[in-house]
């Protein structure tokens, strides 16, 4: 089974190459697709060594759209049977992806999530703990799910599944968006532990308490949203938007 990494970057020049070593210590198959998202350092320095690689795929966006405008046009080239996000930092260990989608693999779900307050935390803000608490409550109790981590990173799909999800999410509202449009549409989310290692503002961090406003009011919205699955996958269609490779 193959899989697909789609990491979003924006302004990651200290962490990146230290991320992609990691994910490519993945087992094949797998293909990495990375989405800059219009970076201002020397992020983009650092994607051109990696367009060379095989099984890399580079896009790059003219315009900065944000992280779930990235996702999304990461989905336009994936080609994989499991499709997982991975932020191009260290909060995240790449060696637990296998983990985390191995629900998919096993046949028992097309959605599988990475939970962080299934495992262990280090340094998370007492303020995002709250906030990733209330998030998670609040998509349980609407959906009638036990979901523990909403906002984790780690989401993994089937590739057919999420292409088909009409997603509309520009910014940090991916997280929400997909999560609420896979619960509206009967779909199991398995977690599995993780761990999870935050940073700060000062070192990168770019989420802040607007964000989590935001993710309320689409955990809300979509309650009470009819959602239909595209007829055609975005990968089928390459329907890609101020992108270039």
Known sequence: MKLTVIMPIFNEEEFLEKVLERVRQLPDPKEII???????????????????IPGTIVLYHEKNRGKGFAIRTGLTRATGDVVIVQDADLEYDPMEIPGVIQPIVDGKSHVAFGSRFMGKIEGMRFPNRVANRLMALTASLLYGSQITDEATCYKAFS???????????ERFEFCPEVTAMALRLGEKI????????????????????RDFVTAMRYLIAYRFRPVRLLDKPVNQTQATENVRS
């Open 34 to 52: 990375l989405v800059d998202d219009c970076s201002t350092d020397s992020t983009r320095d650092i994607l051109k060594h990696q367009e060379s």
């Open 159 to 169: 590739t057919d599944l999420i292409c088909r999800m009409p997603l509309r999410c």
């Open 190 to 209: 398995i977690e599995t532990p993780i761990t999870y290692r935050a940073r700060t503002f000062e070192e990168g961090k770019k989420i802040g308490w």
